[in-house]
């Protein structure tokens, strides 16, 4: 049905970004390795890896609807959730921070502007 396959494809790209983020991992430990320092290649890379990871159990909770949102849950329809420790939503819980950790998201995405693509400060 049309809410599934919205959900793969929603899961597709999700995977797709993972991959991504650790292309840009391994290209910030390439850009060490060489001597070089990474800068904006960080902000990057912490940005897409923190997003993705709370889009990812995100869909988990959707998904899972009010059985993740306890450990040992079971789904209507599907039977056993499965999921990590605490439930899908202790997962989420724990993801919404990594968007503020080490820097918020909105002054990684102006390192990204001003240092990697060139435009002012504004």
């Given at each position: 049905d049309a809410g599934h396959r919205a959900a793969r494809h929603?899961?597709?790209?999700?995977?797709a970004a993972v991959e991504v983020s650790a292309n840009l991992?391994?290209?910030?430990?390439?850009?060490?390795?060489?001597g070089k320092?990474?800068?904006?290649?960080?902000?990057?890379?912490?940005?897409?890896?923190?997003?993705?990871?709370?889009a990812l159990?995100?869909?988990?909770?959707?998904?899972?609807?009010?059985a993740g949102l306890i450990a040992g849950g079971h789904d209507e329809d599907d039977g056993p959730?499965?999921?990590?420790?605490?439930?899908?939503?202790?997962?989420?819980?724990a993801a919404i921070p990594q968007t503020i950790a080490q820097g918020s998201s909105?002054?990684?995405?102006?390192?990204i502007a001003t240092r990697g693509l060139g435009l002012p400060r504004g």
């Open positions: 929603r899961l597709a790209a999700l995977a991992a391994y290209r910030v430990v390439s850009l060490q390795a060489a320092v990474p800068n904006y290649e960080v902000s990057i890379t912490k940005l897409l890896a923190s997003e993705t990871s709370q159990v995100g869909l988990g909770v959707n998904y899972a609807r009010l959730v499965e999921r990590g420790r605490g439930g899908w939503a202790a997962g989420y819980i909105e002054i990684q995405r102006q390192v």
